[in-house]
Nanobody
Framework: QVHLVESGGGLVQPGGSLRLSCAAS????????MAWFRQAPGKERELVAH????????NYTDSVKGRFTISRDNAKNTVYLQMNSLKSEDTAVYYC?????????WGQGTQVTVSS
């Protein structure tokens, strides 16, 4: 049974940093790509960053390029999202995601609020 658990969200001032973690279980983590999505109030869920199995290929939505870094530790079954230079528009619930056997799995989400 696939299980994804996010952590690391919170309240941070503009310009600050946070690191999100997503602990995965129930599948062979190293064989699957992972992604972070976010959903702001009143908006659709959007893809933020994506990482392939070995961690050597990553993709980002334009609005976070140069500020966010996705990484993974296959030995710990964990994917991370380092978020720097945070802006108010980054405020959202952040979700960990993976596609296993044609089924999309989501964590419960972690709230990130950027405000002074």
């Amino acid at each position: 049974q696939v299980h994804l658990v996010e952590s690391g969200g919170g309240l941070v001032q503009p310009g600050g940093s946070l690191r999100l973690s997503c602990a995965a279980s129930g599948f062979t983590f190293s064989k699957y790509a992972m992604a972070w999505f976010r959903q702001a109030p009143g908006k659709e869920r959007e893809l933020v960053a994506h990482i392939f199995t070995a961690g050597d290929i990553t993709n980002y939505t334009d609005s976070v390029k140069g500020r966010f870094t996705i990484s993974r530790d296959n030995a710990k079954n964990t994917v991370y999202l380092q978020m720097n230079s945070l802006k108010s528009e980054d405020t959202a619930v952040y979700y960990c995601n993976t596609l296993v056997d044609y089924f999309n799995y989501w964590g419960q989400g972690t709230q990130v609020t950027v405000s002074s």
